[in-house]
C-alpha cells in the first residue's frame, strides 16, 4: 500500500502518524496472517455519522472478506468499537497510544478487532 501520509488532514504530527504506524505494523504481524483481510480506514466525517454511511462501507467490507471466507481484521477507535461489536466483531487486543511521547497531548486507545467468516450456517 502507499504510504497514506501525503494524503492525511492538515496539519498532522508525523512523529505520532510514525509511532502509530509502526505500532500497527508490529499488530498486524502478530494478529494476521495472509488470508485474512484488513479493513483499513473506516472513516466518516462527523456531519454524516449516524445516517448509516458507516455500516454501509463497514458490510462491503464484510462481504468481500465473508466471499473469499478470510477471516477480516481492523484498528477500532472508541467511536467505531460499538458498531463493529454489533456485527460481530471481536477483541483480540487493546491498547493506549500516548500522544505526550510524541509531541502531542492526551492519549488515545484503539481497539483491535477480527471477525470470521461468515457463512451461509452461521450468518
Excluded at 505520532?16 to 472513516?43: E, N, P, S, W
Excluded at 473469499?68 to 481492523?74: K, P
Excluded at 493506549?96 to 457463512?119: C, H, I, N, W
Aim: hydrophobic share 40%; with cysteine; glycine share 8%.
Amino acid at each position: 500500500m502507499a504510504d497514506p501520509l501525503p494524503y492525511a488532514p492538515r496539519p498532522i504530527n508525523k512523529e505520532i502518524y510514525k509511532a502509530y504506524g509502526a505500532f500497527i505494523d508490529r499488530k498486524r504481524a502478530v494478529h494476521i496472517t495472509q488470508h485474512d483481510m484488513v479493513l483499513d480506514m473506516l472513516c466518516v466525517l462527523p456531519d454524516y455519522q449516524g445516517k448509516g454511511i458507516g455500516t454501509r462501507f463497514l458490510k462491503w467490507g464484510m462481504d468481500k472478506a465473508d466471499a473469499n471466507n478470510a477471516r477480516i481484521y481492523l484498528e477500532a477507535t472508541l467511536e467505531g468499537y460499538p458498531l463493529y461489536l454489533k456485527y460481530g466483531w471481536k477483541v483480540v487486543e487493546e491498547f493506549v497510544l500516548d500522544y505526550e511521547k510524541y509531541g502531542g497531548a492526551g492519549s488515545q486507545k484503539f481497539v483491535l478487532m477480527m471477525r470470521e467468516p461468515q457463512t451461509g450456517e452461521n450468518m
